[in-house]
């Protein structure tokens, strides 16, 4: 291979890699950026409320265990039947449990960020017997006594309660109180209740309806022996979490509804809720599902992901740059390489700047303009002509919007870039395919030659 035409390459080679330095530095700046909309996020959530998870509501019961004990006394040197309690608690779930909920979102500012909130109107009902409370009455006998009983509601942040919510009881009212009066987990509210009857079985239908406010997410769970949850919400971006997927669901432009049918057969919670009796309660308050409030593709993500295809860019100019030169007869020095290439890496940065301020769409159609009539207007000086830099500026374009197809497609964004990548590979080869590059070296040698002939005549 002729020397001057692998320095060449080997020039151009080396400022792809320069060039990768300010790539890398613009995405810290992205980095940099997402972690200070994280911060801002964390700011609301301490003035406003955070994610909200409510678990429940379990009905406990306490009660006083009687019994004997023989023991030894010293003194008497005989054994002595002795009385002693115990007080312990029952957790009883649900039979049926039905949530309805509709949340209304809003975006709160801090500074350039804006962060999802939402407050959500809940209306729960449900029905709770007392069968194992009489199976526990027969087993131990006269050798107990039953407490009041009371509601127990886990909510992650009791911040986004504020009014104080009514409990329907069995025909009764009760007042809600701060705290959920569980043992492994203090958050929430609860509801003292009368002392459940152990003489004969018997239904007690509830119900209660409770403001929650909260940030990004809202999560339930399914205490109930057969769970019903309706949620609908103002939000077209939601994000189904935890253990269980909806039965149904419908999402719009605009909003979403989603139905979870769940029963205590799959939900596993009677096993669980045993366990909690045995302060084993992490698995049981972690058995939730919800959904999350998220934006399809924020900006910060998207710039990150477009900025993996900067490289691409950059080949494809080089490429073209270098095509001119050996087609063209035409001499580009590596500094106008290296210009270009630079013009294409702070695209990025102007992308992000701008999109910070305004609608990502805005933000990138401003950047590509920008960056094309830059492009344009120095690359018809350095090919000499206005026709070639308005190919070289149409194929940026093109590429520009491709990658925008590409960002803002969720689901087939993987699909789309490997589609681009290959199309733009197979239009090189296409291109080249009659090019025989020994006869470009010999070319450029003998060019060489003759230009130093010229010199020393």
């Not at 809720?273 to 924020?298: A, H, M, P, W, Y």
């Not at 960002?407 to 789309?416: H, I, K, P, R, Y």
Request: charged share 20%; proline share 3%; glycine share 4%.
């Amino acid at each position: 291979m002729n020397k001057k035409f692998a320095i060449k390459i080997a020039v151009i080679g080396f400022l792809m890699l320069v060039l990768l330095i300010p790539l890398s530095m613009i995405e810290e700046v992205v980095s940099e950026r997402s972690y200070f909309r994280d911060h801002a996020s964390r700011s609301i959530a301490q003035s406003w409320t955070g994610k909200q998870k409510i678990i429940g509501p379990v009905l406990v019961v306490p009660y006083i265990q009687y019994y004997k004990q023989r023991e030894w006394d010293k003194n008497l040197k005989v054994y002595q039947e002795r009385k002693y309690s115990r007080t312990k608690k029952v957790y009883l779930l649900p039979e049926k449990l039905s949530i309805n909920g509709e949340i209304i979102t809003e975006n709160r500012k801090r500074g350039l960020y804006n962060v999802p909130v939402y407050s959500s109107d809940l209306d729960i009902k449900g029905i709770f017997n007392n069968k194992d409370i009489i199976k526990l009455s027969k087993k131990i006998g006269n050798n107990i006594k039953w407490k009041k009983s009371y509601l127990s509601v886990i909510v992650s942040d009791i911040r986004g309660i504020s009014e104080q919510p009514q409990l329907s009881w069995n025909n009764k009212q009760y007042e809600f109180l701060s705290g959920s009066a569980f043992e492994q987990q203090g958050n929430g509210m609860h509801a003292m209740l009368n002392i459940l009857t152990s003489a004969k079985e018997q239904r007690y239908p509830f119900s209660f309806k409770v403001n929650i406010k909260g940030m990004e997410s809202i999560q339930f769970s399914a205490v109930g022996k057969s769970t019903n949850v309706d949620i609908k919400a103002n939000w077209p971006h939601p994000s189904f979490i935890g253990r269980y997927l909806p039965s149904t669901r419908n999402i719009s432009q605009e909003n979403f509804d989603a139905n979870w049918k769940l029963s205590s057969f799959s939900s596993d919670m009677p096993r669980l809720i045993k366990n909690c009796q045995k302060n084993d309660c992490q698995r049981f308050l972690n058995n939730t599902f919800g959904v999350e409030l998220i934006n399809s593709v924020d900006i910060y993500h998207k710039t990150e992901r477009s900025v993996k295809y900067a490289i691409l860019f950059i080949s494809l100019a080089f490429i073209t740059f270098f095509l001119f030169e050996i087609m063209k007869n035409l001499r580009l020095h590596p500094m106008q390489y290296l210009l270009v290439g630079l013009s294409l890496s702070f695209f990025y940065l102007l992308l992000i700047s701008l999109s910070e301020h305004m609608a990502f769409a805005y933000a990138y159609s401003i950047a590509t303009a920008a960056n094309v009539i830059t492009l344009g207007v120095y690359i018809s000086a350095i090919l000499k002509s206005w026709q070639r830099s308005a190919g070289f500026t149409a194929m940026i374009t093109l590429l520009y919007s491709m990658l925008y197809a590409i960002l803002v497609s969720e689901d087939n964004a993987l699909l789309m870039g490997s589609l681009l990548f290959f199309s733009i590979l197979s239009l090189v080869m296409f291109v080249t395919r009659k090019i025989d590059w020994y006869e470009v070296t010999n070319k450029l040698s003998n060019q060489a030659v003759l230009k130093k002939e010229e010199v020393k005549t």
